[in-house]
């Protein structure tokens, strides 16, 4: 006979934690430690109501229709289900300067940097500090607002290698985007009876009432920024921005800093790397990942379009790989996202359109332009824009393409789009167990003197070249100007632990019985004296990785030494159907140019990693100045 169970009685009542009521969800039902936290979240921040994300089309397209009636999303009418969002013109990428690890001890944190020079990879705070800096901020900081709690899954749910989270957030922008970029789902809930999660705090500090004038229906606080990890407690705390890296913590706090000292302490790798599937002609496949820096085309090398008859490329994920050996000492990767946050200026159907097919439904863009069409606009989208549109920029005024002096869209644009919605999606991209992994890429945008593409001479040679990555700075961050930076391993903004530390945990990754992939370094930017690049990049970039996978195959026919490693042997790759190619110069090694660019390395590893640099990298890095200085 159908009864009331008493359990079920509590869900028709209204739940309350203290005066504060649950708006939507079973807050009795959840496990006790889930109960704890969202308690303490609750007495802390003080929100009006408590709001159960489960992560369902549903939801989404209730919230999605109370921000556009607010005015923070605009409904791209060309497209079916497609946003726009403006933030405030002050909270529009990651910041690095106020973006800290906490830990007990200082250099578990951050290397000993060098006396009187200021580090640049990573900041540190102690706890104390850092209670000061949250007890000033997070107080009472949701009044008047609606706080969220959203449990996500790094990785497929079913996935030995994935991680849980429980993000709060008083941003209902980042819950849309949260279950874009991560998988959302009340069953995780039901996980957390036995396993532990990692803690996410968001608030974009803007208690109600507030003061002070919000910009473009988008809350913030960007005087009071604050972004601190706690790897030791396997807690985030984000308070002030609501963009991007800052606001959705399963993206860059998660899955690069606290899963990066998560995987140091359980002997596997979160790297800030694309992963892609490339089937050659004779239909063998490889599985190859590439870390570069920010704004430095990951999404375009995920996705390209191979311009070489014959081969195939399927993305697995655009910016973050999870990697562990398995038994058989095979490297395996997952991608432990959902979705993609791409760089918009920049993207259109001759760079990239396998991007431009994932998000015309169902995607968000946040500060680029829009047309009188519906459509959205910025930089690169000139040719696929009628003359006689009118746009409107990312601040939302009047726009003119050849008169307008400013941009039309920001340099940090992004799309949100669902990775399933990639046409090129690998059938096992989500596969729990992951992909093996054959080849690992470094790179960065290099104007000057780094060739197309060298190969390490073993795994320890390869951390070395990882280690002195550089890169012309983007405005992924908050830097301006094109200063070429060191971004080693492509992971300064992202360590969450020393990075000397880091780079030994890479060395000691190599194992007896473990096959270890081989390293590549690759600069699709080199540019001639006429300031010219001197390779066409994007999808005939297929070329370099051809020439990649031979050497894999072991191909020793095709290589030759050099003081940097090992390079392409003169006509070994694959030119065919290109217009002229200086390859003498795309492949030069200018020797002032290294002897001063392994000064800088040292220098940087001095001054920066100090005592914490593996004297095996200085070794390596002594023995290609010798290999130079004796040419
Ligand atoms: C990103 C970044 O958003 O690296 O992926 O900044
Ligand atoms: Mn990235």
Redesign the pocket.
Known sequence: MASWAADDIHKFTVQRIGRVPVIKGDFQSLPKQVKNFITHCVHLMAPRGIYLADGSKKEADEFIQKLVEKGTLTKLTAYKENYLCRTDPNDTA?VESKTFTVTMNQYDAVPHVKKGVKGILGHWMSYEEAAAAMNQRFPNCMTGRMMYVIPFSMGPVDSPFSKIGIQVTDSAYVLLSMRVMTRVSLQLFELLHERSFVKCIHSVGCPRPVHGRIKNHWPCNPEQVIVAHYPEQRLIQSFGSGY??NSLLG??CFALRIAGAMAKDEGWMAE?MLIMSVTTPQKKEFFIVAAF???CG?TNMAMLNPTLPGYKVQCIGD?IAWMRFDHDGKLLAINPENGF?G?APGTNTKTNPIAMRCFQENSIFTNVAETSEGKYYWEGLEDETPENVEIRNWLGHVWKRGQSKSRASHPNS?FTAPAKQCPIMHPRWDCPKGVPISAILFGGRRPKGVPLVLEARSWSHGVMLGACVKSETTA??EFKGKAIMHDPMAMR??LGYNFGQYLQHWLSLEQPGRQMPKIFHVNWFRRGDDGKFLWPGFGENIRVVDWILRRCENDDSIVMESPVGFLPRPGTLNMDGLPPINEAELFSLPKQYWLDDIKQNRKFLEEQVGVDTPPVILKLLKNQEEAFKQC
């Open positions: 990651r991007g890296g993206k860059k800030h820096p920010s704004a990951k910016d946050f760089v992004r992924a961050a903004p992202f």
